[in-house]
Structures are given as C-alpha cells and as structure tokens.
C-alpha cells in the first residue's frame, strides 16, 4: 500500500488541560509521530466512564477544562497494543499527575485525512515577550507593535513551537540575541528557532539536520518567512564538519544527544559566546550541567516549565546582558 494511503492509527486521551505536556510527552515516548490538541472538547466520542471510573453507568464528569491530546502512530504497530501501551502508562503517571476524569478513545485514520484534519488544532500563539507562532495558513493575523510573528507549517512529524523546550529556547534566544550575531541551530526540525533568531536580530543562521523531512520542512518555513538569504539549511549529524566559529549554538534535542555535542559546541564558540541547550528532562539536567562545565563553559542561567529544562552556558568571560 502506498505510504499517503495508509491507514494511521489514532489513540487520544481526553485529559485536565494542566496535564497537557506530560501526556503529550507520554504520547511522543511511545511512539507517536504526530500529536495534536484538541481545546474544544465536546462531550461526544467517548464512553461514560474513565480510564479509572469504576461505575460504567455513573453520569458523565463535566468536561469543562478537558482538552483532547491525539497521537498518530505508524499502521505498523497494532492498534491494540497501542492502546494498551498508553492505558498502562497513564496509570503509572496518575501518581503524579492529575488525571481525573481520564479517558482513551481509539479510531483509525488515513494519512490523507490526517494531513488537512490536524490543522484546524493549531492556532497562534503568543510564546515570549516578542514571539508569536502562526499557522503559514493564516492571513488575517494583525500583529501588535513590536510583535516577532513566526509562520510556522510543522506538517505531522514536527512540533507546533509551544511544546516546553520549544518555548524555553525561544526565552533563551531572546535573552543572548541583541544583533549582528551568527548562530548554529543543531537538530533545526521545523527551523522554528532558526527564524526567531534572524527576527530577533541575527545576522546569519545555519541550520543543520540529519532527518531530510526535517531539512525539507525547515526550508519551507524559512522560504514562508521571506528568510532565504538568512538562513542556510545544511544535512549534517550534529556538528561533525564544521569549522567556522560563531557566536551563538542552539539545540533543542535529547538530554542523550545534547551530551555529545557540547565538546564541539565549546570548541566552535567565539569568545563571548553562548550555548542554549533545550530538550533536557528533570532526571538529566545534573548530567548536562556537568558536561559543559567539563568543557570549560560557565552555566549562567537554568530555566524550566513543567518537567523540562534549559540552560544557557558562556565562555567564562561572558556573562548575559
């Protein structure tokens, strides 16, 4: 069967809105490819109890503050076994989160369909202090003064912009970016960041990425952002090859990841030079503080929202503006 006309598998959990990040995560470590937030929930397409209810004929829980979290996984795992997977899991993360009045629903959807039907979830989004993520499909968004407006197409495989290290990043940008800086954007995905960093006021931008959906994805957004000649997007595996100094190194990937490049990342800073690393949950932040002081930077700030944290390192003469 051709890949557009497969079969995908939907599996989505009907939540407490505050519980978004960590069942969404929950969603992407099992394997989902995409995910999209439904904000508008009706009480329609779900059965009367929830995952913990044990009274099946017990009226309804209102659903007022209930959102709706989709993942969309590959027809090449069962739909059963899916299912059973996040049932499992959410259990577990019922310890800590509050999953009251929790739900799963299953459906099957093509991949066509899921292609137009995942948009109507995404809507802008104010992010920082500067920062608003549109839809590329969105024309009538009027700006306020002073407003830094990304258009951002993620397609199905990419975030939106407002997962937690997306947003951590961006506050990070925007406190190191005062102008004329070069960056490197390692693991660009959507090229998110590699835009906001030419509109806060980079000068150059090379964005790098070993997945070619990526690099494809990323060059549609900067050609939708009119930042062509700003940003240079190039297939690589971290930063291996790469030998011009620069001001600025971004990367919002695994703690795993992170771990391997901040070596290179200290090596291929210019003096005065900052290192933003995102992507980094609770349990790693220790590992990663260690690392880059092992590499000779300083960690000048630490940030974090939810379970997920940033920092951002200098060369040990510099400190943030």
């Known amino acids: 069967m051709d890949r557009m006309d497969s079969v995908w598998h939907a599996v989505t959990v009907r939540v407490l809105a ?52 989709t993942g969309y996984f590959s027809p090449e795992l069962p739909l059963e076994e899916i299912s059973t997977s996040v049932s499992s899991e959410l259990s577990k993360l019922g310890e800590f989160v509050d999953l009251t009045g929790v739900a799963v629903s299953t459906n099957y959807i093509a991949q066509s369909d899921w292609s137009d039907n995942w948009k109507q979830y995404y809507r802008p989004a104010r992010i920082s202090r500067f920062l608003t993520i549109i839809p590329s499909w969105t024309y009538d968004y009027p700006p306020t003064p002073g407003e830094l407006v990304i258009r951002l197409d993620p397609g199905m495989s990419f975030g939106t912009g407002t997962h937690p290290t997306t947003v951590l990043a961006l506050h ?86 992170l771990v391997q490049l901040i070596g290179d990342a200290a090596n291929l800073l210019n003096p005065g030079g900052y290192l933003i690393l995102s992507g980094i949950y609770h349990d790693k932040i220790a590992l990663i503080t260690a690392e880059v002081e092992r590499c000779g930077l300083t960690v000048q700030t630490k940030t974090s929202q939810n379970e997920w944290h940033s920092l951002i390192a200098t060369t040990p003469s510099q400190h943030l503006h």
Do not use: W
């Open 18 to 69: 505050a519980a978004e990040e960590p069942v969404s995560a929950l969603l992407a470590e099992l394997g989902a490819v995409g995910i999209a937030v439904n904000y508008e929930v009706a009480d329609a397409g779900f059965s009367n109890s929830g995952l913990f209810d044990s009274d099946p004929a017990a009226p309804r829980q209102n659903t007022l503050g209930f959102i709706e979290i």
């Open 172 to 257: 990070a940008l925007e406190q190191v970016l005062r102008g004329g800086e070069t960056v490197i954007d390692v693991g660009t995905g959507s090229g998110v960041l590699a835009i906001a960093a030419v509109l806060l006021g980079a000068a150059a931008v090379l964005a790098i990425d070993s997945d070619p959906e990526a690099t494809q994805a990323a060059t549609q957004n900067i050609s939708s952002n009119g930042l062509i000649g700003s940003i240079m997007v190039q297939p690589g595996s971290l930063l291996a090859g790469i030998t011009a100094k620069t001001d600025v190194i971004i990367a919002n990937i695994l703690a795993d990841v």
